[in-house]
């Protein structure tokens, strides 16, 4: 599976939209972007994922460029819940490949 | 609906003691995994299973072994504790694939420490 670049660290007031980038330049072409976050000491968290297009659920939505060498998650009003690591993943899924963490982006969203 | 659970949550072992982590799904998945992760880090996948009576290895198998005689449990062994083993071990589940891949359902973690 490729592996992924992401900032160790990033800051967001409370209620701004928070951009947190993915760099994925050796991305097959059949592989999956995943993200994933994990607050405090629990279990990780599923966000969102997608293969070329911008995907969009409740909680976030995920834009990846042309050329998939990078993606951003978007939280669009940050909350001081979403203080967290957050863990971007390329993956092919399934049978065919597994969930590789990162040290992720810790994301301290602050009043 | 429970999703995935792991027995115990936290346990202290004395260095060569054995025990065996417990994972629990009830979502009928096909998939699950164990990962571990220590201080700072992120997870790194031990083992893991695709299916019933499957095993394969992930990044970091030494010095734990798997068994997945139910479709719903997936259970970590540790036959000779070492103090390197003291971490945070989470387990996973996950659907088969579909065509488009679907998300892993985390527990909530085992905190081990052996002295």
């Known amino acids: 599976d490729a592996k992924t670049t992401q900032p160790p660290s990033m800051d967001c007031a409370e209620g701004r939209a928070a951009n947190l980038p993915c760099n994925h330049s050796?991305?097959?072409?059949?592989?999956?972007v995943y993200w994933y976050r994990q607050i405090h000491s629990q279990g990780p968290q599923y966000i969102i994922h997608?293969?070329?297009n911008n995907e969009t659920n409740e909680m976030a939505s995920l834009i990846i460029t042309e050329d998939r060498k990078s993606s951003t998650l978007i939280l669009p009003h940050a909350t001081l819940r979403d203080t967290a690591v957050y863990y971007c993943?390329?993956?092919?899924?399934?049978?065919?490949?597994?969930?590789?963490f990162g040290k992720g982006t810790k994301l301290s969203v602050k009043p | 609906n429970a999703g995935v659970t792991q027995t115990p949550k936290f346990r202290v072992l004395k260095t060569g003691q054995s025990m065996t982590l417990l994972c629990a799904q009830d979502?009928?998945?096909?998939?699950m995994y164990w990962y571990r992760q220590d201080p700072g880090m992120g997870l790194r996948l031990i083992h893991y299973?695709?299916?019933?009576?499957?095993?394969a290895k992930g990044e970091v198998p030494d010095g734990y072994n798997v068994s997945r005689l139910k479709k719903q449990n997936f259970l970590l062994g540790l036959e000779s504790a070492a103090p390197s083993q003291t971490s945070v071990y989470f387990c996973?589940?996950?659907?088969?694939?579909?065509?488009?891949?679907?998300?892993?359902?985390f527990g909530q973690g085992t905190r081990l420490t052996v002295v």
């Open positions: 993943i390329v993956s092919r899924g399934g049978s065919q490949g597994n969930l590789i």
């Open positions: 996973a589940s996950m659907d088969m694939g579909l065509p488009k891949n679907t998300e892993a359902f």
């Open positions: 997608g293969l070329k």
């Open positions: 979502m009928n998945h096909e998939y």
């Open positions: 299973s695709v299916g019933e009576g499957t095993t």
């Open positions: 050796t991305i097959s072409g059949n592989e999956y």
